[in-house]
């Protein structure tokens, strides 16, 4: 998905749900803070969101502007409704919240995460999918370990969580470092 793509789908939402602000948790929201990220980080073509004041509306967005839409099938990207709980976040997290309001939006606002932010949802979550976008965020510096390792106390789990949590972050942490030259000493 590239950004253009992200501010029509917020534009479509506001036009299905009579809605203003819209908040994007899933792997999209990278778009919000690097406008222009690698090929490997907007691969997905959906867009995880619901209206901010409204989040019970997210549903129209499925049935509309979802999977398999008439929009989906015209424009190759599509909306998946969700709720607020579906990501799991870090305290803090909605003043971090990068704003997307432009004319192709139609003024409307999609709020994006933070990318550390985005990384920590992803890493709680750890799908295949979730690693491989982590790894990338690492391998390719839009998030550092050490900030990551940090801001697991901030994560909404208990301590034992908190504990797999990190060791997930090391051992992805270990996945993202270039592979060692063989003209390297041991």
């Not at 009579?18 to 406008?35: C, D, K, N, T, W």
């Not at 969700?82 to 004319?103: D, I």
């Not at 900030?147 to 908190?162: F, S, T």
């Amino acid at each position: 998905m590239e950004r253009e793509q992200l501010e029509h789908l917020i534009r479509a939402a506001a036009q299905v749900t009579h809605e203003y602000e819209f908040v994007i948790v899933g792997s999209q929201s990278i778009l919000g803070p690097v406008p222009n990220p690698p090929q490997e980080l907007k691969a997905s073509m959906e867009a995880d969101m619901y209206p901010l004041g409204a989040p019970e509306k997210a549903d129209l967005l499925d049935g509309s502007i979802g999977e398999g839409s008439w929009f989906h099938i015209t424009h190759k990207v599509y909306a998946q409704g969700v709720g607020p709980e579906t990501a799991v976040l870090p305290s803090g997290w909605k003043e971090r919240l990068h704003k997307v309001q432009t004319a192709q939006t139609d003024l409307k606002i999609g709020y994006c995460l933070d990318v550390l932010d985005l990384f920590m949802s992803k890493a709680w979550a750890g799908r295949e999918k979730d690693r491989e976008f982590c790894i990338a965020l690492l391998r390719i510096g839009y998030v550092q370990f050490d900030a990551a390792v940090q801001r697991a106390a901030d994560m909404p789990l208990a301590d034992g969580q908190k504990t797999r949590l990190r060791a997930r972050i090391r051992r992805w942490a270990r996945h993202a470092e270039p592979p060692a030259s063989d003209n390297e000493a041991p």
